[in-house]
């Protein structure tokens, strides 16, 4: 499993500062979910960077990382995609 420890690829680590972040939105911290997704560049984390913009109103800076999340994530990842589709800030 790619999340395994046992690997050594230090997935484990970047995995537990994704739902920290995670974590943060929820409870509506989005400089601190900043603050933990701001070193990666997979699309969970892109997908939290574009949420956390979001929610602190910055709604142009918010849309870029929310749509490379979405093409980002495989097919198979149905909901995380629709997730940064609904997500994305759409123009007025």
Not at 30 to 55: E, F, H, N, T, Y
């Amino acid at each position: 499993m790619w999340g395994d420890s046992r690997t050594g690829n230090g997935r484990t680590d970047m995995d537990s500062l994704i739902t920290a972040a995670a974590h943060a939105l929820a409870g509506g911290d989005p400089l601190g979910a900043l603050k933990r997704a701001s070193l990666q560049d997979d699309a969970p984390a892109l997908a939290v960077r574009g949420i956390a913009m979001a929610q602190l109103g910055d709604l142009v800076r918010a849309k870029a990382p929310l749509r490379s999340a979405a093409r980002a994530f495989s097919p198979t990842d149905t909901i995380a995609r629709a997730t940064c589709l609904v997500d994305a800030p759409q123009k007025r």
